[in-house]
């Protein structure tokens, strides 16, 4: 292990001093026309993970970018150990021991696993980078953190929970004091989530002060040991012992109201067949792949991260390529292999990757709801701002996404009020069939209930809908049956009196 890796773990009690380790006081955020965070508090202690949980747009990332130095907030104080600090840039939060593991990854995709790790500070020799040097000590780390990475692959070859690790990896290479999570797990395998509570929990047991972002309630309670609650970017509640609060509480604090069960199965007529998918193969899929749906059936797919259900959706939606098959969508032959047609045959797909498919991100939030329908309403190829306007405003307003207004750039609104938008897009076609591939990742609770009520609510006017989800508990209780995948094939397909958690789980795991 790397010298700097070394911490005196220390008895926990003996680290805990008079005051709190990290104190946020006041922290008061404005962008244009919004009011992010309004005075809020969040006070850490060290040796304690502490939750932060709160609506979409409440202000989590907010702060979190506070303590990193890019939020310059207009008022507040940061005190680390008794110090009060001014944080002028990204490069002071550093310097005072605070590392940031964002929502969205900010590695360099070109650059190997090691020069990532070391970025800033790579060993040198002679004025040179010392190569052997680089690869002893980043192997030495990763080892650490339970990852089987080779420290030169380049980053953009990593799968998202190991590019995390690297991520960690740089924080622990400076040894930093107090590190903050956003939203880690949501777009891990259950293996590495796995992985990563042991690092939190390890982390916290040497000594550090950690912050930790989700919606995940479960997580919460498996990891937390205390609890702030934003709503509408103040502090609503503060629980400095975990052991006092329930989940129910913690939604209600969250939401400002007490949310009805989510997880509820509503039974629905479902029609004729919609479509049919005859030995469909293709990248990602071991074994051809068949089955149906009907008119207002809502099916979901159930696998562990790498099962092939991201890339069987690609198949049907023409994202990607089939090397045999047929799919049959209302009684007519698909022609298969090209989005355009699938989405002028009626088909909607709300990809997986909201980064790298989905949003537009310098453009309006308008513009992206309306990117769609634009040709639907265009009338001699000249744009008509107004119907799109009001179409954007109906999306908006149904799905209730937080922006200023619909001329925002979508990249400044919060992580799940993007996700909304892109539903959004959808929303106002005319479609026959409607794939969505884990459509709740980091959504909260209250806008997670909308969305299967807008599902629902497509469902009921004969639209085929297609769940790709992870969620256990989601899966279950939505779905009017589940196709389990593992391994690129598909292991087991339950009628809803056959669903059950475990069943689902059982068939999932590879074999
Ligand atoms: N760069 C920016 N410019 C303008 N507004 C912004 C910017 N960044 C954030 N906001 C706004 O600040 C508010 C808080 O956003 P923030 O990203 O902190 O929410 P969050 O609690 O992390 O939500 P989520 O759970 O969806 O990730 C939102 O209203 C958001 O639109
Ligand atoms: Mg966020």
Redesign the pocket.
Known sequence: MSEALAVDPGPRDDLRGPEPFLTLAGIEVEFPGVKALRGVDLFVERGSVHGLMGENGAG??TLLKVLSGVNLPKAGTITVAGKQLTFRGASDALEAGIAIIY?ELHLVPGLSAAENLMLGHLPRRGGLVDRKALRIRAEAVLRDLGEDIDPSTPVGRLSIGQRQMVEIGKALLRNAQIIAF?EPTSSLSSREVENLKRIVRRLRDEGRAIVYVTHRMAEVFELCDAVTVFRDGACVARHPDIADVTPDQLVTEMVGRAIEDVYGYRPRKTGDVLVEVENIAGPGIREPISFSLRKGEILGFFGLVGAGRTELMRLICGTERATGGKITLQGKVLKMGSPRRAISAGIAMCPEDRKREGIFPIASVDDNINISVRRRYAKFGIVNFAREKLNAAKAIRDLDIRTRNGSTPIRNL??GNQQKAILGRWLSEDIELFVLDEPTRGIDVGARAQIYEILYGLAEKGVGVIVVSSDLSEVSSISDRVIVMADGCVTANFSRDEITPERLLSQALPR
């Open positions: 989590k990332s929502q956003d919060s992580g």
